[in-house]
């Protein structure tokens, strides 16, 4: 809505949520990415338990965040942008999205 997009991968890693970052921000950077991280990342738990880092990620005109977390060898990204400066309502729906991750395998 609004231009946000807002994107889940996982696949196999064994370091932890912070390092997974790094290797996300690290990929992105060798490929060319336009997007960057903006700031400092700091720790954040799902309502369901899941620890992890995230942190803003930018580029001209969009703005977005980008969080990383790792449950049992399985590392989880997730990336939302979208326009910069866009409504709070659709950065309210966005904090909800992260906060709603589970573990994996668990009962939805």
């Known amino acids: 809505r609004g231009g946000t997009q807002f994107v889940v991968r996982t696949g196999k890693f064994e370091g932890d949520a912070r390092a997974l970052l790094d ?3 690290r990929t992105d950077e060798l490929l060319g990415g336009a997007l960057t991280a903006t700031g400092d990342p700091v720790a ?3 309502q369901a338990g899941l620890t992890g880092v995230i942190t803003r990620y930018a580029a001209a005109g969009v703005d977005g965040v980008l969080a990383a977390f790792v449950q049992d060898g399985t590392g989880i990204e997730v990336v939302a942008v ?3 400066q866009p409504g709070q309502d659709i950065l309210g729906e ?3 999205m992260i906060a709603s991750i589970g573990p994996i ?3 939805r």
């Open 94 to 96: 966005v904090a909800e």
């Open 44 to 46: 954040i738990t799902t």
């Open 105 to 107: 395998g668990a009962p």
């Open 23 to 25: 290797q996300i921000q």
């Open 82 to 84: 979208g326009p910069a």
